[in-house]
């Protein structure tokens, strides 16, 4: 089953219903698919940039920690991308939940950023 924005900035109920279910069965196993096209790093989670010219430290998706996800033996769960906005001072936002879930608010301001421009 596939989330799909059939417009943009248009989520539905159903959708977001679907995507907390995504994210209880695929959080184990492996990270939740993105249903916008999103270049995302996957050494320090960040956006709009690759790997190879990654400039960062490298982050945990499950605990924003610095090692691999392989790695991690923490039990806290902690948004690296949001940790980050709140770190800053640039957005109140909930940190607690996993880089890859799609209702982290940093990726969500991405997108919107991204659907804005164009
Ligand atoms: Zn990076
Ligand atoms: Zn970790
Ligand atoms: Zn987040």
Redesign the pocket.
């Known amino acids: 089953m596939k989330i799909k924005i059939k417009e943009k900035n248009v989520i539905t109920l159903y959708d977001l219903i679907m995507a907390k279910i995504r994210i209880k069965i695929e959080y184990d196993s492996c990270p939740v698919y993105e249903y916008v096209k999103v270049m995302r790093c996957f050494k320090c989670l960040g956006f709009n940039h690759k790997a190879k010219d990654c400039v960062n430290k490298i982050a945990?998706s499950?605990?924003?920690?610095s090692?691999i996800?392989r790695?991690?033996?923490?039990d806290r769960i902690r948004c690296v991308n949001c940790y980050d906005l709140v770190k800053k001072n640039l957005a109140e936002v909930d940190v607690n939940h996993v880089a890859f879930s799609v209702k982290c608010p940093a990726y969500q301001k991405y997108i919107q950023s991204k659907n804005n421009r164009k």
Do not use: L
Request: glycine content about 10%; proline content about 0%.
């Open positions: 945990c499950k605990c924003g920690d090692h996800t790695d991690c033996n923490s």
